[in-house]
């Protein structure tokens, strides 16, 4: 059994992914995403867009519950350049006809690692309400413009689910492993193996005593699904 804990927002494309392959899964959302309304000094970074070398979005979400507003400010013929995370977050940037380029990693060192080496000094990063952990990893001047949060689903239906002789768990984030850490508790670990989207959450986890935990290919769908898929079948 693969479960998939995905918020409702963002599982349309795993949920595909598992449903064509055949495997047996099911969808257990641990968080949901909300929208925050921007405060009046974020948006006065916007009105003063100019003053940034770089705009940074971190998530799909951060350009679902921003570029609205990023639009009203940015002049059109701008060419302020526009890092995304990963291919997902630049898909969607692209919805909202906004190019964009990405670093050679999809994480916070890989977007640290672009901002050195073309020299950015002032960054504009499109985020959550928590502190982004680009901070951590570049000496540049980063502002935030936050614009959702992430909370905490009831998990009432994961316990329903958890009845396979072995479970694989999809944990995109760190948020969602602590979720998930919360609603496992006398859950034989032994059963349970997590796929996680990288080195940091897998960490995370082991320091829970969660031993039997892979990190994916990559951080996106198909490269967790099919690593899944691949634990699964062994």
């Known amino acids: 059994m693969i479960i998939n804990t995905?918020?409702?927002?963002l599982a349309d494309n795993?949920?595909?992914l598992l449903r064509r392959s055949g495997v047996e899964f099911s969808h257990v959302p641990m968080t949901r995403i909300e929208c925050l309304t921007p405060s009046e000094l974020d948006l006065s970074k916007l009105k003063n867009i100019e003053r940034?070398?770089?705009?940074?979005?971190?998530s799909q979400s951060a350009v679902k519950?921003?570029?609205s507003f990023l639009k009203n400010y940015l002049p059109a013929n701008a060419n302020l350049p526009i890092i995304a995370i990963g291919m997902s977050t630049q898909r969607v940037l692209k919805e909202y006809s906004l190019k964009s380029i990405l670093p050679q990693s999809f994480d916070s060192?890989?977007?640290?690692q672009m901002i050195e080496s073309k020299q950015y000094k002032k960054c504009l990063i499109f985020c959550g309400d928590k502190a982004p952990q680009l901070q951590q990893h570049t000496s540049a001047e980063l502002e935030v413009f936050s614009c959702y949060q992430v909370l905490e689903e009831q998990a009432h239906q994961l316990h329903k689910v958890m009845t396979s002789k072995r479970i694989i768990i999809l944990i995109y984030n760190i948020q969602t492993l602590e979720?998930?850490?919360?609603?496992?508790?006398?859950?034989?670990?032994e059963r349970v193996w997590l796929v996680v989207a990288s080195s940091r959450i897998q960490e995370r986890a082991l320091s829970q005593g969660i031993e039997q935990c892979q990190v994916a290919s990559g951080p996106h769908d198909q490269e967790m699904v099919e690593s899944a898929i691949e634990l699964a079948s062994r």
């Open 6 to 9: 995905r918020p409702i927002t």
């Open 14 to 16: 795993s949920n595909a």
């Open 52 to 58: 940034y070398d770089v705009l940074i979005f971190t």
């Open 65 to 67: 519950y921003s570029a």
């Open 109 to 112: 060192a890989g977007i640290a």
């Open 179 to 189: 979720a998930i850490v919360k609603n496992i508790q006398g859950i034989d670990l």
